[in-house]
């Protein structure tokens, strides 16, 4: 239970920063920035071949994660505007 509340926590930061980096901060609210970091860190883990999942969190599944999550946005803005902002 611990592991999961952490899990959102951290995916809720990872996403708002990523928000921040993206400019779409003002369009999200708590939920989907929560939805943005978690999906973040699957994308993240996935192209950069390690396994997050099962990793503790660190500084660097922290980027990862970051990395993942500002990638998904970016995708996000492309397909919505035709433009990554």
Excluded: E, Y
Excluded at 22 to 41: E, K, P, S, W
Excluded at 48 to 72: D, E, H, Y
């Amino acid at each position: 239970m611990v592991g999961l509340l952490v899990w959102l926590v951290i995916g809720g930061v990872v996403g708002w920063l990523a928000s921040i980096v993206m400019r779409t901060d003002a369009q999200q609210g708590i939920f989907l920035n929560v939805i943005v970091g978690i999906v973040g860190a699957f994308i993240g883990g996935l192209l950069f071949g390690g396994s997050i999942n099962n990793a503790s969190i660190t500084p660097m599944t922290f980027l990862v994660s970051l990395v993942g999550a500002i990638i998904l946005l970016a995708i996000v803005n492309l397909v919505r505007r035709g433009a990554i902002r």
